[in-house]
């Protein structure tokens, strides 16, 4: 369970930052938010999907067919392929408001990360209390992660106010069982092949074209990530699991 607190001088002045060593907390993740900014590195590793969030639908890493589990983390808990989510790469560190009414993000760490220390690790504040560059370098991080997820709700605006999304359901078949995955939605090539030349000016005048063709590519990894089921823990017979309509971690 979460322990979400404020970075301050008085309370973590003589705590250390340790580094990644285990990625077992991203495990139980069988879906991880995804900034419009890594559709880029995402496109060749894992499908990108939308999962609906309140009145929009936002995109998310698709990392695994049962809930609680990350097809793609090992037995040593390390990633199969060679790019994180930034949504777990930002672990401890996550920018935040205090109270519900503020306008204002502060920098928070999650205390039950297990990623402070008082012995090892690099401090994160000098003696005079200046951040020092681990902690420079955590706020910068978690500050762009911030100011990029704007990018992704701008992109979930554009696809709702069209209506360019579809159910994606997912049937995956083996000797055993047959699983379904329901909830997921994804960009309708057809609606999107006879859209209103204005509308698509502005999805283009938008940036969003690059990341709807990354989405549309990167669902052809839907049967490489099936094919971590062979090598996967064996799952119990599963009928249909259907995602909830807001989807929260």
């Given at each position: ?12 002045g003589k705590k250390r930052l340790l580094p990644i060593s285990s990625w077992s907390f991203a ?163 057809e609606k999107l092949n006879v859209l209103a030349d204005e509308a698509f000016l502005r999805l ?18 839907v049967a490489t990530l099936a094919g971590r089921l062979q090598v996967a823990s064996p799952q ?14």
């Amino acid at each position: 369970m979460s322990e979400i607190h404020p970075v301050s001088f008085q309370r973590h002045g003589k705590k250390r930052l340790l580094p990644i060593s285990s990625w077992s907390f991203a495990a139980t993740h069988h879906l991880a938010p995804l900034l419009v900014a890594e559709f880029s590195q995402a496109v060749r590793r894992f499908p990108i999907v939308f999962v609906r969030q309140g009145e929009v639908a936002l995109p998310f890493a698709l990392l695994g067919f049962h809930e609680g589990k990350n097809l793609l983390i090992d037995q040593k808990n390390q990633w199969v392929v060679d790019y994180i989510p930034a949504y777990f790469r930002r672990v401890p560190f996550l920018m935040a408001r205090q109270r519900p009414e503020d306008t204002e993000y502060v920098l928070c760490v999650d205390e039950a990360a297990g990623l402070l220390s008082d012995v090892d690790g690099a401090l994160l504040f000098d003696e005079d209390g200046n951040k020092s560059e681990a902690l420079d370098h955590a706020f910068n991080f978690a500050a762009q992660y911030l100011r990029q997820s704007a990018a992704s709700e701008v992109l979930a605006g554009l696809l709702q106010e069209f209506d360019l999304l579809e159910p994606f359901p997912i049937q995956l078949k083996d000797e055993k069982q047959t699983l379904k995955i329901e909830g997921l939605l994804r960009v309708s090539e057809e609606k999107l092949n006879v859209l209103a030349d204005e509308a698509f000016l502005r999805l283009r005048a938008a940036g969003a074209l690059a990341p709807i063709y990354a989405h549309l590519y990167s669902l052809g990894s839907v049967a490489t990530l099936a094919g971590r089921l062979q090598v996967a823990s064996p799952q119990p017979p599963t009928e249909a699991f259907t995602l909830p309509d807001s989807f929260k971690f």
